[in-house]
């Protein structure tokens, strides 16, 4: 989960309702970010009470990985949560609020199947 990350809005081109394909794939990266963040997420509960169930060599060893393991699903939630949080997230999702009033028709579900890499981050 340690992806680079740009929390700052893209880059003012025009008017809040025309963007150009820059700004559009810097939003693009953002909402795939977010949903790579999320799917990760759910892997948060199994990996805290993993050294729970793993035998461990004494009382104290198991509660010091089950703290750890807290910790970092904590640290990712709260990564998460700033992120859904943004500038640029709450900018995104209100173009993304525009663009599907001015043009409610049409708009096709995204599937995973039909992008294959949808997990893999792009690299700029």
Do not use: C
């Not at 050294?51 to 393991?69: D, E, G, V, Y």
């Amino acid at each position: 989960m340690n992806e680079q990350q740009s929390t700052q809005p893209p880059a003012a081109t025009g008017s809040h309702g025309d963007w150009d394909e820059a700004r559009l794939e810097e939003a693009m990266q953002q909402l795939k970010l977010l949903h790579i963040k999320v799917r990760m997420l759910r892997d948060t509960v199994p990996k805290m009470i993993d050294p729970l169930i793993q035998k461990q060599p004494s009382p104290a060893i198991m509660f010091a990985a089950f703290m750890k393991s807290v910790n970092d699903a904590n640290a990712n939630v709260q990564e998460f949560t700033s992120l859904m949080r943004s500038d640029a997230t709450k900018e995104v999702f209100d173009q993304v609020e525009k663009s599907r009033q001015a043009n409610p028709k049409g708009i096709k579900p995204w599937r995973h199947v039909d992008h294959p890499d949808w997990f893999k981050m792009d690299s700029k």
